[in-house]
């Protein structure tokens, strides 16, 4: 059996339809207050997955502030997992890496490759999402996921929101602000033998762009948690949720 199947099922459909909404507190925010506002607006407006830093107690309250949507928990360094999987983590991820960019900290595909190979010998049965740097080359990108996939990875996610730089206002900027990931994500789709969620500097306008490309899903972060306002954030998430609903029913 494939691990994709222990998820539960209205994410495992989610995945099949392409159409998954993964909506990211953020891998550094251990607010205990910012994650439930992002996790209360991912239930509210119908997210299929919660993605909160590597915390027991974070996982615990994204669950219940959320109102049971599944709940992803992002690392770097794979000991960290075992406890957030007990407290009720459906998934566990390898990145997203972009909080450490601004640090100069930099991963290779060497390191990316050893980290889910420590993950899947600490987890051998829990399903594993696995980010492709964006500072690597697009065939080093497609070769490093045909790798992970081969190591264990169960999903491949992309990224490249912080090497964007849009110049343009409206929707073209946020075209040019989704480009990179957009990329990647077509590239993998069309290599890797896993499905891939595209994330990092999307938006509504460009999910169903994610979509097209090749991604059996999405995962947005700044778009929603960098708001204070609780109210703005469901509607954000809703959008996000009514683009891509849009998406599947014109694949349709």
Excluded: W
């Excluded at 989704?178 to 990092?200: G, K, W, Y």
């Amino acid at each position: 059996m494939s691990r994709l199947q222990q998820l539960p099922a209205a994410l495992q459909r989610s995945l099949e339809q392409r159409s998954t909404l993964k909506v990211i507190a953020g891998l550094m925010n251990f607010d205990a207050a910012s994650v439930a506002r992002v996790a209360r607006a991912a239930g509210h407006g119908g997210a299929d997955l919660i993605d909160v830093a590597c915390d027991a107690e974070l996982v615990k309250l994204a669950i219940e502030a959320s109102g049971g949507v599944p709940v992803c928990v992002s690392a770097v360094e794979p000991e960290q997992f075992p406890a957030a999987v007990a407290a009720g983590a459906v998934m566990v991820e390898i990145g997203n890496f972009d909080a450490f960019y601004p640090q100069g900290r930099i991963f290779g595909a060497a390191e990316v490759l050893e980290l889910t190979r420590r993950t899947r010998e600490l987890l051998p049965e829990v399903v594993l999402s696995v980010t492709v740097p964006h500072v690597l080359a697009m065939d080093q990108q497609e070769q490093l996921a045909i790798d992970l996939v081969a190591a264990g990875a169960d999903l491949i996610q992309t990224e490249g929101g912080t090497s964007a730089k849009p110049f343009s206002a409206g929707s073209l900027g946020l075209i040019e602000k989704a480009a990179p990931t957009l990329a990647a994500a077509h590239s993998i789709s069309r290599v890797a033998a896993a499905p891939v969620l595209c994330a990092s500097g999307l938006s509504a306008v460009t999910v169903p762009m994610a979509i097209a490309a090749g991604a059996a899903g999405v995962g947005v972060g700044s778009a929603v948690n960098r708001l204070n306002d609780e109210l703005a954030m469901v509607a954000v998430v809703r959008g996000l949720r009514d683009a891509l609903s849009a998406a599947v029913t014109a694949r349709v």
